[in-house]
């Protein structure tokens, strides 16, 4: 079965560092990865997503993310910090068992950006 | 403007009463989902549907019920409700059947079983 993980459940940054969210994924196949930002009170917004192609993938409000294949990862970056990036984000991997239909989420990482 | 939307946003019940909680999308997608939200347990898939009148049962799909007689609408029917259905539930769709397609999620229903 396709699985995340997430193993940081909070990661602390000061504004204008650089930030990382750290993903690994398990999957038979290829894998089709997604970032997902939920703010206090709102909905999943979707960030970016790898297919395949180039291992850096840019996506919303200055995010990217990295895909290693060898490493099995796929981490969230953002060169500066901002306060309002501090969020829940969701690392997630389609599942090749139900023909890539579900999204199987990792368990979250809360991000705190302190000014 | 393109979204799923999901009512109620809030809702305080008491075990046993049933309840609905409703989904619409306005991006003619085929593929819609509902998941719950746990802290430590990140999101699992309840029920999906992959066309009109086609549901299936994801990871927890024990206590819930779903129907799709309309594209645009896959409501979420709690039975019986009960303290262990205390959760945040997330309605999304996508538009085809692909992996690489977005899902897009509604806004979520906090929903507390007494």
């Known amino acids: 079965a396709q699985s995340v993980a997430q193993p940081e459940d909070q990661v602390n940054v000061a504004e204008g560092n650089p930030l990382t969210v750290k993903c690994t994924y398990s999957?038979?196949?290829?894998?089709?990865l997604f970032w997902y930002v939920q703010y206090p009170n709102r909905g999943l917004q979707f960030l970016l997503k790898?297919?395949?192609?180039?291992?850096l993938v840019k996506g919303s409000y200055g995010f990217e993310a990295e895909f290693n294949k060898s490493q099995t990862s796929f981490h969230l970056k953002k060169p500066s910090a901002l306060v309002s990036d501090s969020a829940l984000y969701f690392c997630?991997?389609?599942?090749?068992?139900?023909?890539?239909?579900?999204?199987?989420f990792g368990t979250g990482t809360r991000l705190l950006v302190s000014p | 403007e393109a979204q799923v939307t999901q009512n109620p946003r809030y809702l305080i019940t008491v075990t046993g009463k049933k309840l609905t909680v409703t989904c619409s999308q306005n991006?003619?997608?085929?593929?819609m989902s509902w998941y719950r939200q746990d802290p430590g347990l990140g999101l699992r898939q309840i029920y999906y549907?992959?066309?009109?009148?086609?549901?299936d049962k994801g990871d927890v799909p024990e206590g819930y019920k779903v129907s799709r007689k309309e594209k645009r609408n896959f409501p979420l029917i709690l039975e019986s409700p009960s303290p262990n259905q205390t959760s945040l539930y997330f309605c999304?769709?996508?538009?085809?059947?692909?992996?690489?397609?977005?899902?897009?999620f509604g806004p979520g229903t906090r929903l507390t079983v007494l």
């Open positions: 790898y297919i395949t192609g180039d291992n």
């Open positions: 997630a991997v389609r599942d090749a068992d139900t023909g890539f239909q579900k999204l199987v």
């Open positions: 549907s992959m066309n009109v009148e086609v549901t």
């Open positions: 999957v038979s196949g290829n894998p089709y």
């Open positions: 999304a769709s996508k538009e085809g059947f692909t992996p690489t397609d977005t899902q897009y």
């Open positions: 991006m003619n997608h085929e593929y």
